[in-house]
């Protein structure tokens, strides 16, 4: 559990932030640049100093009132924007640096880190001899290798061009699944925030606007992320079977089932999808002679308006929150209240991770 | 040839700048790290204060110190009253006066340095454990190798090449104070210009052998780099 309730002043900016973190699994912290995502990051690593407020990352108090622990005596690990490798030592060298000087880092971990983001082949070289991704793998891999109580990252893709993005993505997916420390995460971007978090905190002009789980987070009417072309909704499934014959592959999660294209991945892999408001579509009846092949009964749990010419619905699919966007007339005509069962046609699905 | 006071001269001048190269090292650093990181408002004054050797004429410096370290100065009348000797006219003196003559060509090369490291790999540093003074060591000192050497060859070819400060604070005693710069002076006033060209050539070629050593470090510094792009 990481605790945070920390403020710091930086000219007219003041950053007030207090919020809860679980202590397994990812963090994203979200918002437009200039919301003070990265002062608060640093903030949590000591790199920042807040005249007071409270920090404890698991049964360790980083800051209690004026009491301050510096950074180096912060069981973090903490990935820059740009990758920031020390350029007189090479990549072995960087690599040992944090783990030489920290006392909870063992060869295990070492290792570990090497494993999880393939740094083995890259070892001997200098840093001028390795492209943007791998820097950034690199930078990675040392943060890990000190074996940190919480790893922190900020944007680390957003100096990256797509291809090396789409290059480190897969990594960054592993480590969410193989890591036991939480992963505070920033970033300005909706597709790496709903790929990642499991958690999510909102952050707008220094405060926390909200705070939760991911699921939860993007389905809440009373913040911006659940309203607008961006809406979506995020579900857990798993892998139970493939269809050779279509091309399909068949998805459960604990509403139901989806069968979705076939993308070739091993049964009982766990994949998360999204589904955006606008590909939702409700009927009364449940349709036979229809092409979409992902239906679920569905109970209304919210309406509110979006514009002045749609509303968005706030379904439930047995314990599954999800977001349907359709014009007013449609939720009049369908005599849409809070309580009445639906069908909801899924037109598309997308596959993150 | 060179005559006996020559060769002494030579190795008061190789000593006295060997001392005050590693004095304004160990001076120098803390001092223009200190610069590189500071907020400070009023930096700037010290940072006028310690460029002024650049273009005050050297024998005002000279003046000034000898004023103050000298037996009726307030330094060097605090030191007669403690038992010890005025340092005027001592190659004490002349370490001195070298000091704060050259400390610019020293301080500057580090500072500029320090700041082009920036701040981030000193905080990278510090996530991964090191303490300040161990980031100093690890991460500030080997990434300002290149300034380290120019201050250091500027440091000591000026040391070297100066002449009014030493003129004024060590008085030219043959056998104790007298320098290089000073010897050439005396053999031409004497019309010995045999001996001049010796002194002459000979600091000429060391100069000259002492910057280019500055330019192949750090041009083979800058090749080692570009190479691997």
Same mark, same amino acid.
């Given at each position: ?14 950053? @007030? ?41 698991? @049964? ?54 090497? @494993? ?26 040392? #943060? ?9 990252? %900020?944007? $680390? ?32 971007? $909706? ?29 809440? =009417? ?7 072309? %961006? ?80 509303? +968005? ?8 929150? +999800? ?14 209240? $809070?309580?009445?069962?639906? &069908? ?10 | ?42 930096? *700037? ?17 000279? =003046? &000034? ?5 000298? $037996? ?52 990278? #540093? ?10 100093? =060591? ?20 000026? *040391? ?32 010995? &210009? ?17 910057? +280019?050593?500055? &330019? ?10 570009? %190479?691997?792009?």
């Amino acid at each position: 559990m990481i605790e945070c309730q920390l403020k710091i002043k930086q000219g007219g900016f003041t950053l @007030d932030v207090e919020f809860c973190a679980p202590a397994k699994g990812v963090t994203v912290v979200f918002g437009s640049s200039g919301c003070g995502k990265t002062t608060l990051l640093r903030a949590l690593a000591g790199l920042e100093k807040s005249d007071d407020g409270f920090l404890k990352v698991g @049964d360790s108090i980083w800051q209690d009132g004026k009491n301050f622990i510096p950074p180096h005596m912060r069981s973090v690990g903490y990935v820059f924007q740009e990758a920031s490798l020390f350029d007189h030592l090479n990549v072995r060298g960087n690599l040992e640096y944090g783990a030489r000087r920290a006392k909870e880092a063992g060869k295990d971990f070492m290792g570990r880190a090497l @494993d999880l983001l393939d740094i083995r082949p890259l070892l001997e070289r200098t840093t001028e001899q390795l492209s943007g991704g791998e820097r950034q793998r690199v930078a990675i891999a040392r #943060a890990l290798a000190v074996n940190p109580d919480i790893l922190l990252m %900020d944007e $680390p893709l957003s100096a990256l061009d797509l291809k090396r993005k789409k290059e480190i993505l897969p990594y960054l997916d592993s480590l969410h699944h193989e890591l036991d420390i939480p992963l505070i995460y920033v970033t300005h971007s $909706p597709d790496e925030a709903s790929r990642l978090a499991d958690h999510l905190v909102l952050l707008e002009e220094g405060s926390v606007v909200g705070s939760g789980a991911i699921d939860e987070m993007l389905t809440r =009417f009373d913040l911006p992320i659940s309203h607008g072309g %961006d809406a979506t909704s995020l579900i857990e499934a798993t892998v139970v079977g493939h269809d050779d014959r279509f091309n399909l592959m068949y998805l459960n999660f604990s509403g139901g089932q989806f069968t979705v294209t076939d993308r070739e991945l091993p049964l009982e892999s766990k994949v998360r999808l999204r589904v955006s408001a606008r590909d939702v579509s409700l009927t009364q009846e449940l349709q036979t002679d229809t092409s979409i092949l992902n239906i679920f009964s569905a109970i209304v749990d919210e309406i509110v308006p979006e514009g002045r010419s749609q509303v +968005m619905v706030r379904l439930k699919i047995k314990d599954v929150t +999800m977001l349907s966007c359709i014009t007013r007339k449609s939720a009049e005509l369908l005599k849409l209240n $809070p309580g009445k069962q639906v &069908y909801a046609q899924i037109k598309s699905v997308a596959l993150l991770s | 040839m060179l005559n006996e006071f020559d060769i002494t001269a030579l190795f008061i001048t190789l000593k006295l700048a060997g001392v005050s190269t590693l004095i304004l090292l160990l001076l120098g650093t803390p001092l223009a790290w200190w610069l590189s990181q500071t907020r400070w408002k009023l930096k *700037t004054i010290l940072e006028a204060i310690i460029a002024l050797p650049l273009v005050l004429p050297p024998t005002v410096l000279g =003046f &000034y110190l000898l004023i103050t370290l000298g $037996p009726n100065g307030p330094v060097g009348g605090m030191l007669e009253s403690l038992g010890g000797a005025s340092i005027a006219f001592t190659f004490t003196g002349l370490v001195v006066g070298s000091v704060i003559y050259s400390m610019p060509f020293v301080v500057q090369p580090l500072q500029n340095a320090f700041s082009g490291i920036g701040r981030r790999p000193m905080e990278v #540093a510090a996530t991964l454990r090191a303490s300040p003074l161990d980031r100093f =060591f690890s991460i500030a000192v080997p990434l300002a190798r290149s300034g380290f050497i120019t201050a250091a060859v500027l440091g000591f070819a000026h *040391t070297v090449g100066e002449f009014g400060v030493v003129l004024m604070i060590g008085g030219n005693i043959p056998g104790e104070t007298q320098v290089l710069s000073i010897a050439i002076y005396d053999h031409v006033e004497a019309l010995e &210009y045999g001996q001049a060209h010796w002194l002459a050539g000979g600091l000429l070629l060391l100069s000259f052998l002492m910057l +280019m050593m500055v &330019y192949i470090f750090n041009r083979r510094f800058s090749l080692m780099q570009s %190479d691997n792009q």
